[in-house]
């Protein structure tokens, strides 16, 4: 049986440290903005994002890696005699999956394994942590896609946003809907659709400060519940004030005894799409 190598969609979000415990090498996404194209994670964060929006107020795009791209991080790892796992961002916001499928043919069957993660941010990071969970069992490339993939549909993936600004900007919501949130200080929450991919669609929404709806955000996802599992949980943001997420955290030790919590940013590319202070708490189900 062959090595398996983990790799992933720049876009997961699980930070450095479980960057580091699971050994995982990254596509990076493309970042277009005034006219120059950037890669997620290597030459732009959302701080250069935020700035330029500021001074500007004009946002980026961003790009799935074309078919040659993510075949040429396969080959390296194919021609060393691993197998491949890859967890892509979710089919339904992205071509990324379909990319990197079609560049796995290039490389026969059997040898690079696509999951789409169905989610999006940490939400594909659970994935590409469970993946790693069984790469340090010894299981091999194929066992990992057959056993991981089920659980793609039983991740739980939700933010709280601070505001509409970016939402609008990028043309997701309208000004009207903009500024009656604005003047009612209504706090939306955005959940992500397993079943639709990773789309994504209004939840539940919350009034107040946004430390007090980010807390009450977190106490209506978790509390009293005893179908989640408690191996790990995520708290990801896209520059929030530290204070709120270490709240945060203390409520979600509380209310759930998770074995890990991780507070981990955003990647350029979640950000650019919504912004500073929008927040998640993102875990699997039973």
């Known amino acids: 049986m062959n090595p398996v190598k983990l790799i992933a969609d720049s876009s997961c979000d699980i930070g450095p440290e479980l960057a580091k415990r699971y050994d995982v090498d990254f596509v990076h996404i493309h970042v277009r903005l ?23 107020h004009t946002l980026p795009s961003t790009c799935a890696m074309n078919i040659d791209e993510y075949a040429a991080v396969f080959r390296p790892y194919i ?18 999956c379909g990319n990197a499928r079609l560049a796995a ?30 790469i340090k069992k010894g299981l091999g490339a194929k066992q990992i896609y ?25 043309g997701r919501c309208s000004g009207l809907a903009q500024f009656g949130a604005s003047l009612m200080n209504i706090k939306p929450c955005i959940m992500v659709r397993n079943d639709l991919f990773g789309s994504m669609t209004v939840g539940k929404k919350y009034m107040g400060s946004y430390k007090r709806s ?51 940013q955003a990647s350029a590319t979640i ?16």
């Not at 005034?34 to 500007?56: F, M, P, Q, R, S």
């Not at 069957?109 to 993946?131: A, M, N, Q, W, Y």
């Not at 056993?147 to 609008?168: G, M, R």
């Not at 191996?231 to 990801?236: G, Q």
């Open 79 to 96: 021609e060393k005699g691993y197998d491949i796992v890859h967890v892509s961002l979710g089919s339904g916001l992205s071509s990324t």
């Open 214 to 264: 980010a807390l009450k955000y977190v106490e209506n996802m978790i509390k009293d519940r005893t179908d989640i599992v408690l191996d790990r949980c995520f708290i990801t943001h896209s520059g929030s004030d530290p204070e709120v997420l270490e709240a945060m955290k203390m409520l979600a030790t509380e209310l759930q005894p998770f074995k890990e919590i991780h507070i981990t």
């Open 34 to 56: 005034n006219g120059n194209e950037y890669l997620d994670g290597v030459n732009i964060t959302h701080k250069e994002i935020y700035a330029n929006y500021e001074e500007k």
């Open 146 to 170: 057959e056993e991981v993939t089920p659980i793609t549909d039983k991740v739980s993936a939700s933010f709280i946003l601070d505001d509409l600004k970016y939402l609008h900007a990028g």
């Open 105 to 134: 043919e290039m490389f026969g069957p059997d040898r690079v394994f696509v999951i789409d993660s169905k989610s999006l941010s940490t939400g594909s990071g659970h994935i590409v942590c469970e993946c790693g969970e069984r």
């Open 271 to 286: 950000c650019a799409h919504c912004g500073p202070n929008t927040t998640g708490i993102l875990f699997i189900t039973k």
